[in-house]
């Protein structure tokens, strides 16, 4: 039976909360050590955690309100040393098989850091399957600074991989999951895409985030991120990549960053780098309002 340790980051999610735990402690093949962050609740969360810490099923700590990303690495710079580290929200259902079909595919590189990430199905509140989002991501670097795609419910990362991480901790942060995979593919970690899912992630009004399915729905979401929300927000990463991992980098990635960096202070690059494929990525979509953010120099 293999090993892991599932780190959960909850805050009000009474709901749903109940149901989550018992997928995971219903996995198949592993043996899940379970460390929950309440992440200031004012619901009835604690006393549903109390009750698992009673049975013995988990054990949590709790702290100031930072949000799910800054919680997520809390988390992972607490847990103790473990071969494999998953992160799991507080209202999906994993199917059976989850645990033991990430660890199968990241056995090999047990002495290199390693990612594991799978397709979603979106399911409603009463998880009944709703049409889901396929993706095929390139597994680039260049996509990856460009195209923020990458689950944290989907990720399973081995002991390697954590210890790259809690390295250095990002001034900018957004989502812990697309901090994970860009430094991931900055140092050339091995990255294992499963098309095949295994969680059911549940699609309701509370969601911190979610996935939207009709081609309009995801254009208006994309534009508005572009525009309003997240100006900045790729540059800013990536100067944190830089920040924490440049030594770690291949030549090949570091002048891919580098060139990503310096486009901000420097028109000719900007206009270059609308053009340049080292940047492309499978959504279409997303490539095409990259290049809007890069001439308005907002990404």
């Given at each position: 039976?293999?090993e892991?340790?599932?780190?959960?980051?909850?805050?009000?999610?009474?709901?749903?909360l109940?149901?989550?735990?018992?997928?995971?402690?219903?996995?198949?093949?592993?043996?899940?050590?379970?460390?929950?962050?309440?992440?200031?609740?004012?619901?009835?969360?604690?006393?549903?955690?109390?009750?698992?810490e009673?049975?013995g099923?988990?054990?949590?700590?709790?702290?100031?309100?930072?949000?799910?990303?800054?919680?997520?690495?809390?988390?992972?710079?607490?847990?103790?040393d473990?071969?494999?580290?998953?992160?799991?929200?507080?209202?999906?259902?994993w199917?059976?098989?989850?645990m033991?079909?990430?660890?199968?595919?990241?056995?090999?590189?047990?002495?290199?850091?390693?990612?594991?990430?799978?397709?979603?199905?979106l399911?409603d509140?009463?998880?009944?399957e709703?049409?889901?989002?396929?993706i095929?991501?390139?597994?680039?670097?260049?996509?990856?600074?460009?195209?923020?795609?990458?689950?944290?419910?989907t990720?399973?990362?081995?002991?390697?991989?954590?210890?790259?991480?809690?390295?250095?901790?990002?001034?900018?942060?957004?989502?812990?999951?697309?901090?994970i995979?860009?430094?991931a593919?900055a140092?050339?970690?091995?990255?294992?895409?499963?098309?095949?899912?295994?969680?059911?992630?549940?699609?309701?009004?509370?969601?911190?985030?979610?996935?939207?399915?009709?081609c309009?729905?995801?254009?208006?979401?994309s534009?508005?991120r572009?525009?309003?929300?997240d100006?900045?927000?790729?540059?800013?990463?990536?100067?944190d990549?830089?920040?924490?991992?440049?030594?770690?980098m291949t030549?090949?990635?570091?002048?891919?960053?580098?060139?990503?960096?310096d486009?901000?202070?420097?028109?000719?690059?900007?206009l270059?780098?609308?053009?340049?494929?080292?940047?492309?990525?499978?959504?279409?979509?997303?490539?095409?309002?990259?290049?809007?953010?890069?001439?308005?120099?907002?990404?």
């Amino acid at each position: 039976m293999k090993e892991v340790t599932v780190l959960l980051s909850t805050y009000n999610g009474e709901a749903y909360l109940d149901e989550q735990l018992e997928s995971i402690v219903l996995q198949k093949d592993v043996i899940p050590t379970i460390i929950v962050r309440d992440d200031g609740s004012t619901d009835k969360t604690c006393k549903i955690l109390d009750k698992w810490e009673k049975r013995g099923s988990l054990n949590w700590y709790d702290g100031p309100n930072m949000g799910p990303a800054r919680s997520f690495l809390n988390l992972l710079k607490n847990a103790d040393d473990a071969n494999y580290y998953a992160f799991s929200d507080q209202d999906d259902y994993w199917l059976p098989g989850k645990m033991s079909a990430a660890i199968e595919e990241l056995a090999p590189y047990k002495n290199e850091p390693a990612l594991y990430f799978c397709q979603t199905q979106l399911v409603d509140k009463d998880l009944q399957e709703i049409d889901s989002v396929i993706i095929n991501p390139l597994l680039t670097f260049g996509e990856s600074l460009v195209y923020h795609f990458i689950g944290g419910c989907t990720m399973v990362m081995n002991r390697k991989l954590r210890d790259v991480i809690n390295r250095h901790t990002p001034l900018y942060l957004n989502m812990h999951d697309v901090w994970i995979y860009e430094v991931a593919q900055a140092i050339g970690a091995h990255i294992i895409f499963d098309p095949v899912s295994y969680i059911l992630y549940r699609q309701h009004g509370d969601n911190v985030l979610g996935q939207t399915t009709s081609c309009v729905a995801h254009w208006r979401d994309s534009m508005g991120r572009v525009m309003r929300r997240d100006w900045h927000a790729r540059s800013r990463l990536a100067k944190d990549v830089f920040e924490g991992y440049h030594e770690m980098m291949t030549e090949e990635n570091l002048a891919i960053l580098k060139d990503f960096v310096d486009g901000k202070k420097n028109l000719r690059k900007r206009l270059r780098m609308m053009f340049d494929e080292r940047y492309r990525c499978a959504d279409e979509s997303t490539y095409r309002l990259f290049q809007v953010a890069v001439l308005l120099n907002i990404y």
